[in-house]
């Protein structure tokens, strides 16, 4: 199955509605037109290359899996197109090695999520992370300026980490929570990242906060989450809410629900070096910023499924989200 056809479809909503707003914002008073945005087209989607970047050197990161890697390309794309000399280095792996490269200025900045950011960096109990994404960024802010770090505005959509199961298997636990787990668990094995052990979010909080214990742990490659239950390697498996698989096979796969909110979801934000903002000028963030809009839920599923699922490169679905979406030509 191919999305691009939907994908295209969504990504002209978005624009047509952008457009729409842009119009209604550059007419006046007595109903003529104003010269358009300077920074973009009449649409205020097109990024438009600023001579003054040029010669300004960006590194931009991600972790190690699809949807980072998405995410890394649109950036680094948006950016190149507004003038910037942009490089990648979109494998970084966990959260704390992404986070060592920012500090010691290997790269510029990279995308994170404001619950990992709170739970992982900062020790903020699952709980207590904000539900709206722009007050767990502000909850955030003053913990990353004193690490020389600034986070910008948040993606509209928001993943998390859940506990998935094949539709098959929780029907024969009769599970459907992650307390239903309890008395079941320790004759299961759970599938996750090797970082899985250490984070709140993951088995550290599934023993800490639900009191389960499992048969075994198998610390896996990201990107064999899935398989790993299709071959019955793994009972459990720790997937994202934004997967493509959830969106293609939605009957096949069961999320438990989370009912005591430890695996809090979190919207994306781009983290920087807050020196390297500053000495970019205002179109580093705003363009990061602009690239962002189109970022719903259903369009990140719909990005990683295209590469997951049918594929295709990360920068080239990357490249046709910008095109798609108005943002370069």
Do not use: W
């Not at 300077?38 to 972790?63: H, M, Q, R």
């Not at 993943?159 to 992650?178: E, K, R």
């Not at 023993?207 to 610390?219: D, M, R, S």
């Not at 499924?305 to 594929?311: C, G, I, L, P, S």
């Amino acid at each position: 199955m191919r999305h691009t056809t939907r994908l295209r479809g969504l990504l002209a909503l978005l624009t047509v509605l952008a457009a729409a707003i842009a119009i209604a914002a550059c007419g006046s008073d007595d109903g003529t037109s104003t010269e358009a945005d300077s920074t973009g087209s009449d649409s205020g989607n097109l990024i438009v290359e600023n001579p003054d970047n040029n010669g300004v050197k960006l590194t931009i990161g991600s972790k190690n899996f699809t949807e980072q890697f998405i995410l890394g390309e649109i950036y680094s794309q948006a950016l190149e197109a507004a003038g910037y000399d942009v490089s990648t280095d979109l494998n970084l792996g966990s959260e704390q090695v992404a986070l060592k490269a920012l500090e010691d200025g290997e790269i510029s900045g990279y995308p994170e999520y404001t619950s990992t950011a709170l739970t992982s960096f900062f020790d903020t109990p699952p709980e207590d992370v904000p539900s709206d994404a722009q007050e767990a960024v502000d909850q955030a802010q003053p913990d990353f300026e004193k690490l020389g770090l600034t986070a910008f505005t948040p993606t509209p959509f928001a993943d998390a980490n859940a506990v998935g199961l094949l539709t098959s298997t929780a029907d024969d636990l009769g599970v459907s929570t992650i307390s239903d787990l309890e008395g079941k668990s320790q004759d299961l094995t759970l599938a996750g990242s090797p970082e899985c052990r250490q984070r709140i979010d993951c088995l550290a909080g599934l023993e800490k906060y639900y009191g389960l214990q499992f048969a075994k742990f198998t610390p896996i490659d990201i990107g064999l989450r899935y398989e790993v239950l299709d071959k019955g390697d793994a009972d459990l498996s720790i997937l994202f809410t934004s997967d493509a698989q959830l969106f293609v096979d939605s009957d096949k796969y069961t999320l438990l629900e989370d009912d005591k909110g430890v695996l809090p979801a979190g919207n994306v934000i781009f983290i920087s070096d807050a020196k390297v903002a500053e000495d970019a000028g205002p179109d580093y963030q705003a363009t990061i910023e602009k690239v962002q809009e189109g970022l719903t839920l259903e369009v990140m599923q719909e990005l990683n499924a295209r590469v997951d699922v049918d594929k295709e490169k990360p920068e080239d679905v990357a490249a046709e989200y910008l095109q798609e979406a108005g943002y370069t030509n």
